[in-house]
């Protein structure tokens, strides 16, 4: 059985990874973020404390579990804080893959990197694995230096693009679109969403899954993965309200323009999946589905 050592455990997708790893037993989990474990359960994996600023300490972790292949799901993922704190997402985008990148070469570990649709312009989504890259925020500048790392590296890697991740999970740092969406309508808080920009919306669980396959394929390349539904962020949030019975006349259409946020965000992204579904054998939920799991999983929390 492989060993994969996680970055970034107490975030969206590294407690996926925890929580399916422990449901299947498909590999032994070295979990590991910066601070104190935030999953529930410690027990049937490792958890290390591992900051990735801070080379000698990922160093140091790497020696002691001599992992297989390391899923590196911890990055500045704010894309606004990104755009206006760009040394710091340099360091943590660009540097610290690189610091993981050299460890992974000099001791053939594959590394699984996460990025990112908005390595693409946005002006002409659904994109494929090859189409040329055009980053229109520092976040996806970011993505694109730390995916051009790994591609002229002669380690093993993998990297895995994907797009809006939604999903729930205990106590993260963070929300997503659709428990946003889910709680504003659920409180009969007005919101504004923008009906101009396109994408195909992605299950927690799905990545979580494509990342294990990845390893268990000893993949190599860059792949796309995402939900397989294509929508405008408008009509995602409506599919929300649709799906809990929630009050349509509280959602407002507007432009992006009229938002004034300081990164700019691609138009049309989404991603041709035909390489993943057929190399990977993965195999995503619809957005429906996905939105039942999610409720089913909030059922489960509350009872
Ligand atoms: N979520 C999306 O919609 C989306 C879309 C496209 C690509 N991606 C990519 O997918 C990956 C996973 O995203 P996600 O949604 O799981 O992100 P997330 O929920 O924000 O999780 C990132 C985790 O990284 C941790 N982290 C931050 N700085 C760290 C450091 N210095 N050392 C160690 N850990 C650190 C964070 O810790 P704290 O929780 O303690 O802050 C957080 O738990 C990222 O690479 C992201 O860029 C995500």
Same mark, same amino acid.
């Given at each position: ?13 590294? *407690? ?9 037993? @498909? ?70 893959? *690189? ?7 000099? @001791? ?5 990197? #996460? ?21 229109? &925020? ?22 895995? @693009? ?19 969406? +889910? ?15 396109? @994408?195909?919306?992605? #299950? ?8 294990? #396959? ?37 959602? &407002? ?24 579904? +057929? ?25």
């Amino acid at each position: 059985m492989k060993t994969i050592l996680t970055t970034g455990s107490n975030g969206l997708l590294g *407690q996926k990874l925890t929580e399916k790893i422990l449901a299947e037993d @498909r590999v032994k989990l070295i979990a590991t973020s910066k601070g104190a474990n935030r999953y529930p359960t410690e027990n049937g994996y490792d958890y290390a404390e591992m900051d990735i600023l801070n080379p000698d300490q990922v160093k140091s972790v790497i020696e002691k579990y001599k992992p297989d292949a390391i899923i590196h799901t911890a990055a500045m993922t704010n894309v606004d804080t990104a755009e206006a704190n760009k040394e710091l997402c340099h360091q943590l985008n660009v540097d610290a893959v *690189q610091t993981l990148l050299s460890l992974c070469e000099e @001791r053939d570990i594959q590394l699984i990197h #996460l990025s990112t649709d908005f390595v693409f312009d946005g002006a002409d989504g659904p994109y494929r694995e090859e189409d040329a890259v055009n980053p229109v &925020s520092y976040y996806g500048e970011s993505k694109v230096l730390a995916e051009e790392m790994l591609t002229s590296s002669n380690a093993n890697w993998t990297i895995l @693009r994907t797009i809006l991740v939604y999903g729930i999970t205990n106590d993260t740092s963070r929300s997503n679109i659709v428990l946003w969406a +889910k709680g504003a309508l659920e409180k009969g808080l007005p919101i504004n969403v923008v009906n101009d920009q396109w @994408r195909m919306p992605t #299950l927690a669980e799905d990545l979580a899954e494509a990342c294990l #396959l990845a390893v268990e394929k000893n993949a190599r390349g860059i792949y796309h993965v995402s939900g397989k539904d294509y929508m405008s962020i408008a009509d995602l949030v409506r599919k929300v309200a649709d799906y809990w019975g929630l009050d349509h006349t509280i959602i &407002s259409e507007i432009s992006s323009d009229s938002l004034n946020q300081s990164a700019k965000r691609p138009i049309k992204t989404g991603f041709v999946l035909d390489k993943t579904i +057929k190399d990977l054998d993965y195999k995503p939920h619809s957005f429906e589905e996905g939105l039942k799991m999610v409720d089913e999983q909030m059922r489960k929390v509350a009872s």
